[in-house]
């Protein structure tokens, strides 16, 4: 299967040339740094020092890499390589001084023999994006010691790659070892490989420097809805609506999970004739519907919120990481699709730490209750607080096992 993968990839080398022009012209492409996806790189490697490649795929997966980025980049040359500008865009800014950013090479074998040859990773750090099948089985055939962490696969894409699970098998075994993110895609994991999968928590949980944000108490009521989803704001709204007209000094702030959805969501509150304006527009937040259009806010909006409804969990995404918001002292709410983050959710509900709701017509009443039950609510909270401060990666673990790695390479 893999050579009719490989057939394919050089077929579908003009689609690749043409999609990649029309990009570039419509500036959803580096201009500057295109040639990057060809393997090209305008980079020199430092000599002096060895290469730790690291792949993370988007935004979300570079800035899990932030615990191995400050562990190795004095000793080691760390190359990153992401697939979306959006996630080059806040590596440059945020870490240009401790690393190199590439744009990854498209999945073709000649393009990915140009970025191998002219960095030589010593190691490969392939973080929780999806597999690219030539460029991980190459790293194998070249002999390139490589793991994957914060491995996760969601129940729908397991059940696609159990029709396909030898194929699965076949790319998997150039890792070394595989570090799921949870105790769920262990076991979906497992029935898919025969490389050793373990279990050392999930790297978007190691512990961070605490945020120079403290939480703002006020007499508005902040309310955040967070991370949204494509239609999520359209089933949610009437519901908001009813609670700004219920509680008049309630406030709500709309974080899109993708900034770029922010005009969209614009004109759905504008066309329910709502008080809305963006974050970015403004020099004060007196509106009763904030939409944030920017990246990198999210911390500082999570301090100011008394309640948080997190996105991506009535539109089948997945849901996103609880932890941010629990340890800025909010009430959190999610709906019912949360498997990518089951585990933590299971054990935060068990603990009374968020609430579960399974259609959005419940925020009514979950919000509301919150909002007159200042005893109710500050449980809430305080439990999330207790709850976000247990250990949900083991650091150690993975230094150790790392370090062992280089050295022995060494």
């Known amino acids: 299967m893999h050579k009719l993968y490989t057939l394919i990839s050089y077929i ?27 393997g ?32 190795f980049y004095k000793k080691y040359c760390i190359l990153v390589t992401t697939t979306t500008k959006t996630a080059s865009d806040y590596a440059l800014k945020n870490y240009g001084n401790k690393i190199i950013h ?22 490969v750090i392939w973080i929780e994006s999806d597999l690219w099948p030539n460029t991980i089985v190459r790293l194998k055939e070249k002999k390139i010691i490589s793991i994957f ?16 699970s030898s194929y699965y098998n076949f790319i998997t075994q150039s890792f070394n070892v595989i570090f799921a993110q949870s105790r769920n895609d262990v076991q979906r994991i497992k029935q898919l490989t025969k490389v050793n999968v373990k279990y050392i928590g999930n790297l978007k949980l190691t512990k961070k420097k605490n945020s120079i944000f403290n939480h703002e108490d006020s007499e508005n009521i902040n309310i955040m809805i967070a991370s949204t989803h494509k239609n999520e704001e359209y089933l949610m709204i009437p519901y908001l609506k009813v609670i700004s007209e219920k509680y008049p000094k309630s406030n709500f702030i709309i974080v899109p999970r993708h900034p770029n959805r922010s005009e969209e969501v614009f004109n759905l509150l504008k066309s ?46 997945g849901g996103h990481n609880p932890i941010e918001a629990a340890t800025a002292n909010c009430a959190i ?6 498997f990518n983050w089951q585990n933590l959710y299971e054990e935060m509900i068990e603990s009374n730490s968020c609430l ?15 909002i007159q039950n200042k005893e109710y609510a500050n449980n809430l909270r305080k439990n999330a607080i207790t709850f976000s401060k247990k250990i949900f990666f083991e650091e150690v673990k993975l230094l150790n096992f790392l370090n062992k790695i280089l050295k022995n390479d060494a």
Do not use: C
Not at 46 to 63: N, Q, R, T
């Open 272 to 317: 329910k004739r709502l008080d809305v304006g963006y974050h970015s527009k403004i020099k004060n937040n007196n509106y009763k519907f904030l939409i944030v259009d920017s990246f990198g806010k999210m911390d500082e909006f999570f301090y100011k919120s008394d309640i948080v409804f997190l996105g991506g969990s009535f539109t089948k995404n």
């Open 333 to 338: 709410i999610t709906g019912p699709f949360v």
């Open 40 to 71: 090209v790189t305008n980079h020199k490697k430092i000599h002096a020092k060895d290469v730790i490649w690291i792949h993370a795929a988007s935004l979300g997966e570079f800035k899990s890499s932030d615990f191995l980025i400050n562990n």
């Open 102 to 123: 590439q744009y990854a090479p498209y999945d073709v074998l000649f393009w990915i023999n140009n970025f191998l040859n002219n960095w030589k990773p010593k190691l």
């Open 149 to 164: 962490v914060n491995a996760r696969i969601s129940p729908r894409s397991f059940n696609k790659w159990k029709f396909f």
């Open 356 to 370: 579960m709701i399974k259609e959005p017509k419940e925020l009514e009443q979950k919000i509301s209750k919150l």
């Open 12 to 38: 579908v080398i003009p689609l690749i040339l043409i999609n990649t022009f029309i990009r570039v012209l419509r500036n959803k492409e580096d201009k500057k740094r295109f040639r990057e996806r060809f």
